[in-house]
């Protein structure tokens, strides 16, 4: 007899797209979806200021049994490592990144191969380029002024 246990994908489906009333449920969404993601995953987060990028790491940070209250926006560290999970988050935040190779000096792409740990990118349409194509791209928007749209973001097609 199979399984009726949804696989990670169809669960996943079925959290995206969605709208957050609160910062709370934004931050409970990030702990579903944190739930949902495998080792060496790559989140990559788009939208505006204010959109709760962050507060959605906080979520996902919360399902790797760490405090949420420990996970602050990288923007001017650019990267926030927290290894005291059940394995390591790491933060990126590419608002003050000019160029992709800044990031590349950072040593992002031994993050990103760290088949281990969760890696977060805030702004990550800065750094596009660099993702893996397996990332999962998340459009962060606007709706009201507490409401907050989430949604999958189509991938990138590879280059030809």
Excluded: N
């Amino acid at each position: 007899m199979a399984s009726t246990t949804p696989s990670p994908p169809d669960r996943l489906q079925s959290l995206l797209p969605t709208t957050t009333h609160s910062q709370d449920e934004t931050q409970s969404l990030g702990a579903s979806l944190g739930a949902l993601l495998s080792p060496g995953a790559v989140v990559a987060l788009y939208g505006e200021l204010g959109t709760g990028k962050t507060r959605l790491v906080k979520g996902i940070a919360q399902a790797l049994g760490l405090s949420p209250t420990a996970v602050r926006s990288p923007t001017f560290t650019i990267l926030h490592t927290y290894e005291e999970g059940r394995r390591p988050l790491h933060h990126f935040d590419a608002y003050r990144v000019q160029t992709p190779d800044e990031f590349i000096e950072l040593g992002f792409e031994e993050y990103v191969a760290d088949d281990e740990g969760i890696t977060c990118i805030e702004w990550a349409d800065r750094v596009e380029t660099l993702l893996p194509p397996s990332a999962l791209r998340l459009e962060l928007t606007h709706v009201a002024p507490h409401q907050r749209r989430i949604a999958r973001r189509p991938d990138v097609p590879a280059a030809e």
